[in-house]
């Protein structure tokens, strides 16, 4: 079993994410490791570098190095926020998270206040995942009751509170700082930074933000130690990883391996590609990651460096597989028109830019596209990479530059012939 474990839970059935369940398991030892021995905060930041953890929402960033950024002596409010709101094309293994291992998500985000000195946390989770967010709600009573969240946690002088707060679908809200606004009951558009929210967060306080396969994450680093964490995986690369695997697969689904497992490993654990086809291309981490060909992938590890030395990012970890009888055109037509849809308006070169993107593709895969259009698509993503507040400008643009590198001749043929040439 790995850090997370939660697939080999989920076949126990039902029960398997109620307190009881999660405590045979070890669960709360963690915590109840650092309230008995009083474990100095800074301590428990120290584990999480040497784990390697870094951030599994997408960034990659180092969570250690992100909790050392909280000032610990601010005298007021200070939150940790856990961003659940998982809405990237092709990935879904935050919910089942929530769904068979809530606990683990609520101990990750108590020690996070414990280290951070935060007194309150929420759990921002995606409003289409209802019955989960009930589930979550439901097991963060349990712990209530159990006096591992409240006041006083295990007797101590220690006080944390928990709150779920549920979205409404908005991709944009996936964005930490649109995420933010969104909590305070405002229109959930990004934040220019600086500030950054580890100086002016949730309510204009100190806030660290994490994924929940993050904070899903800490309970383990802290039972077992940050070096068995990160022998779990490689260097500057701990722990193992969970990777949702779609497309044209025999058996799709999340998968838990170590960082550093060979793409083509994780492809057979997925059952391999669909009806014997071979494979022609992987996005391999969520749609806004630059897509790359099957072959280059089958010599990949499943890291953050080895992916982004192929050209690519491990992003949220889901790995999106074509098969050769996928049409590159019509496959980016879709995600460019997805982008056009959630781009929440605020910043000009993403509002018009992926417009332009997601009609240039569409009029290609009509059949009425001019060879002139592909330079246009990448004149276009240059105008909008890097000129946006958040990252959804690059989003849209990636999947255009990363298409067009590998399959330019795809698109030519499309233009030539008015017609797919799979």
């Not at 915590?31 to 953890?53: G, Q, T, Y």
């Not at 950024?69 to 919910?95: H, I, L, W």
């Not at 491990?314 to 959630?342: K, N, W």
């Amino acid at each position: 079993m790995g850090a997370l474990g939660f697939i080999l839970n989920a076949e126990e059935g039902e029960r398997s994410w109620r307190l009881a369940e999660y405590v045979k398991r070890g669960g709360y030892s963690a915590l109840k490791k650092i309230i008995d021995e009083n474990i100095p905060p800074e301590n428990i930041v120290a584990e999480l570098k040497k784990s390697s953890l870094r951030g599994r929402g997408g960034a990659g960033f180092p969570t250690g190095l992100k909790w050392s950024f909280m000032p610990r002596q601010f005298p007021g409010a200070k939150y940790v926020v856990c961003n659940s709101d998982e809405g990237e094309p092709g990935t879904f293994k935050d919910r089942d998270i929530l769904r068979w291992n809530p606990h683990m998500v609520i101990e990750g985000m108590i020690i996070a206040g414990y280290a951070m000195g935060c007194a309150r946390g929420y759990n921002y989770i995606h409003g289409e995942i209802w019955e989960i967010y009930k589930r979550f709600e439901e097991a963060l009573e349990e712990a209530r009751a159990a006096k591992l969240l409240g006041p006083n946690i295990l007797g101590s002088d220690f006080s944390f509170e928990l709150q779920a707060h549920h979205g409404y679908g908005a991709y944009i809200c996936g964005e930490e700082t649109a995420l933010l606004e969104s909590i305070e009951g405002k229109k959930g558009q990004p934040r220019f930074k600086p500030p950054f929210p580890a100086s002016f967060g949730l309510y204009g306080k100190p806030t660290t933000i994490n994924n929940t396969e993050t904070f899903a994450s800490i309970p383990y680093i802290i039972r077992e130690g940050g070096q068995k964490f990160l022998e779990l995986g490689r260097p500057n690369n701990g722990g193992t990883k969970l990777f949702s695997v779609s497309g044209h697969v025999n058996n799709p689904g999340n998968f838990e391996v170590p960082l550093g497992t060979p793409f083509k490993k994780l492809l057979e654990m997925a059952g391999g590609v669909r009806n014997g086809h071979k494979l022609k291309a992987v996005i391999p981490g969520g749609s806004s990651m630059p897509v790359l060909p099957g072959e280059i992938m089958m010599e990949t590890d499943m890291d953050y460096d080895s992916i982004q030395k192929a050209g690519s990012y491990l992003g949220s970890g889901a790995v999106i597989v074509m098969d050769e009888t996928t049409c590159m055109v019509r496959a980016l037509e879709r995600l460019s028109y997805f982008y056009f849809e959630e781009s929440c308006g605020q910043c000009t070169p993403c509002r018009e830019g992926t417009g332009w993107l997601y009609r240039v593709v569409h009029r290609i895969e009509k059949g009425e596209g001019r060879q002139e259009d592909l330079d246009l698509l990448l004149s276009v993503c240059e105008n909008i990479a890097g000129r946006t507040i958040c990252a959804l400008g690059d989003a849209a643009a990636w999947p255009v530059q990363g298409m067009l590198k590998h399959y330019r001749s795809e698109f030519e043929y499309h233009i030539e012939h008015k017609r797919c040439l799979v």
